[in-house]
């Protein structure tokens, strides 16, 4: 198991308990677990999670990629919609061509 990921369960143990993760208690469980990590690794995790409400961030992974999914059913049902959407597309990819005044070949 790499230190990274024993860490990572730590932290994770840690906050199940709801206990304030530091260095010296991701230690103490890496430990307990016969888990060998330098302590680098552990005052990494503890500073970059120090304040951070954990339990909100595991809960939230998923709720950023909720919205597209959304978007393209809702675009499913109107085909002309789509075309509208193609010709513009096409007509950006045109024009970003022509952004500096000269083209690759010319």
């Known amino acids: 198991m790499s230190a990274e990921l ?28 016969n888990v060998e990590v330098e302590t680098i690794w552990t005052s990494l995790f ?14 939230n992974v998923g709720a950023a990629g909720a919205a597209p999914a959304a978007g393209a059913v809702a675009a499913a049902g109107a085909p002309a919609a789509e075309e509208k959407a193609e010709e513009k597309k096409e007509e950006a990819k045109e024009e970003s061509d022509d952004d500096m005044g000269f083209g690759l070949f010319d």
């Not at 120090?50 to 595991?58: P, R, S």
């Open 6 to 33: 024993a860490t990572s369960y730590a932290a994770l143990i840690l906050t199940d308990d709801n206990v304030e993760i530091t260095s010296d208690k991701l230690q103490t469980l890496l430990k307990a677990a």
């Open 46 to 59: 503890a500073k970059a999670l120090q304040g951070k409400d954990v339990e909100a961030m595991l809960s």
